[in-house]
């Protein structure tokens, strides 16, 4: 995909091409990255997503907006899109990260659309960039779900089961195994009205028991 | 000072006078109250000042701005630009609040700016904001010293004495006292060479020694 048929997905004809390129730019590939262009995207985003939800939401609480807002903005949400606008293509990366896989890393591929909000954003002004970050989060902002957008698993299970008037699951570390300093903890999660016993494991106690909450709610899902 | 004063202080005159008002009502007021438009604040006035400072300092690293920022939009400046422009005088706050002395409290004041922040970009655009935010911003902008402008004491000592080929400071708890969920700390700081020795204390061994820190540092500015 060429830079120009890039520029042409977001719907925006850049005036100054040197600054889209710059915003394409690894600050492994040179002094002129893109740093600088991914702070000023980062808060442009965040201010135009705030916008879309704030509009699209007029019944949620400040809190409830937040939370979406987190959700959309995360590293994981901004490295799809990225991918989806085939961003890599017109990365400059330095040879290093060229072979270590730089142009698929969600890190890189975050910082470089934020990086590419932020020239739109000198370049065409607000209102050029909330266009484009219309365009670019639609999907992400058609498949909120308030009830459930960015809420944690143990969040989620939790809220499910009171709706139902069911009683809330039971944590309990099973085994916690390693070094003081790399520990990991193996926790079961079990809802015995439901029958439904589910495991998880992670570095702390708070991630493992996410993880086995995963699990459960999934299955209470499909019961 | 009534309201179309505060208004004009601004330099910003509302098509929708409400949702000005609705900017100055607490939660503790009604339903209607401005967390919304604080959501919405909080982010116009995160980039409107993150653009202020990509242009004023074409010179610094992302990391520097991202500080310059945080230091800018922290409770404190806000709240004191609050102060600045008596936006208590026009708040809308519930009985307790009011005889608790919440027109004064920094952070209702801080809330209230943001969500006045949003009443502006819902109202007239964000180039109305951004222009509203170049106004209360003027003079925290211009006290900027990127040099030493959000830098906790720790830092801002050890790159004075750095700076002039001192050693570094030497930090110890001199006594930790109180039970184990309350302790404080008393920590002494001393620069040997110039015969300098502060003392701070805290409920953390870390801001302890920032209190010493700052004590040391206006010492060595001192002499």
Redesign the interface.
């Known amino acids: 995909m060429s830079l120009e048929d890039f520029s042409r997905s977001l719907g925006y004809v850049f005036r100054d091409r040197d600054l889209l390129i710059r915003a394409l730019t690894h600050r492994s590939h040179g002094a002129a990255h893109n740093?600088?262009l991914?702070?000023?995207g980062?808060?442009?985003v965040?201010?135009a997503v705030?916008?879309e939800l704030?509009c699209k939401f007029p019944d949620?609480?400040?809190g409830e907006?937040?939370r979406l807002?987190a959700s959309l903005v995360s590293q994981p949400t901004l490295a799809a899109i990225a991918k989806a606008y085939r961003i890599g293509e017109n990365l400059k990366l330095g040879e290093g990260e060229l072979k270590s896989g730089g142009p698929q890393r969600p890190s890189i591929l975050a910082d470089a659309l934020e990086a590419v909000m932020g020239a739109v954003?000198?370049d065409g002004?607000?209102?050029a960039a909330?266009s484009v970050a219309h365009t670019l989060f639609s999907s992400a902002l058609a498949d909120i779900d308030p009830a459930t957008t960015g809420k944690d698993a143990k969040t989620l299970l939790q809220e499910y089961l009171q709706s139902r008037k069911l009683p809330l699951p039971r944590y309990s570390v099973l085994t916690v195994s390693g070094e003081a300093h790399e520990q990991l903890f193996h926790v079961e999660c079990e809802i015995a009205q439901l029958n439904i016993r589910s495991q998880g494991e992670g570095t702390s106690r708070r991630s493992a028991e996410q993880q086995a909450a995963r699990a459960a709610y999934e299955c209470v899902l499909r019961t």
Chains 1, 2 share one sequence.
């Open positions: 740093e600088r991914e702070f000023l980062d808060s442009v965040n201010c705030a916008l704030y949620l609480t400040e907006l937040s807002r954003f000198i002004g607000f209102d909330a």
